[in-house]
């Protein structure tokens, strides 16, 4: 079955230490994504990825870093999380070759929900 | 900047009946055009995507169009059932091609037995 997943699913921790949020797609995709969503602001993009080594920021990237070392994989880096990250996190793949418009569907995982004490 | 607004935010219908949901963006320049779905509690799930050149699309009782020119989307379900119940959002990906989605607040529709 096509999928982007997400571990974990749900996650309290204090303030200052470190976390890392994994996905995993299954699709071959080469382009990854990552959101936070947050009652009153909606979805904003994180980071994004185009292919494997190439990635850049989105709209909300201060605390948060990526990595993306093989195609299938997207972790999401929290060096040192503070309580304003407390959100929902989401990660989102789809299939557009390097350098062409991003024109296809894109497909999200079930959800991070972070709480920061 | 690129805008995304969708009315209403809630809808309650009864089972059975059409309805329509409105998307509206400011800048006509995207590449196309998401609607999604959401459960509480779940993640996202993409119902339909309009390329910028296409007119509308359509997935069993689902039928989405697009007017780019007029910064407008419609979904349109036909009759609504209680499993409808969900949060619907529309999203644009625009110029720069970064990829980034551009989501509406979305409109939280209940489907009444």
Redesign the interface.
Known sequence: EAQ?TQNPRYLITVTGKKLTVTCSQNMNHE?M?W?RQDP?L??R?IY?S?NVEVT?K??VPEGYKVSRKEKRNFPLILESPSPNQTSLY?C?S?S?PLGE???????????TRLTVL | KQEVTQIPAALSVPEGENLVLNCSFTDSAI??L?W?RQDP??????LL?I?SSQREQTSGRLNASLDKSSGRSTLYIAASQPGDSATY?C?V?GSG?????I????TTLQVKP
């Open positions: 982007v382009y994504s959101y009153g909606g979805l993009q994004y185009m850049d989105g709209d989401f989102a789809s557009t418009v991003l024109t296809d569907t894109q497909y999200f995982g079930p959800g | 590449y196309n998401q999604f509690g779940k993640g996202l799930t993409s995507l390329q959002l999203a990906v091609n970064t990829g980034k989605l989501f509406g607040q979305g």
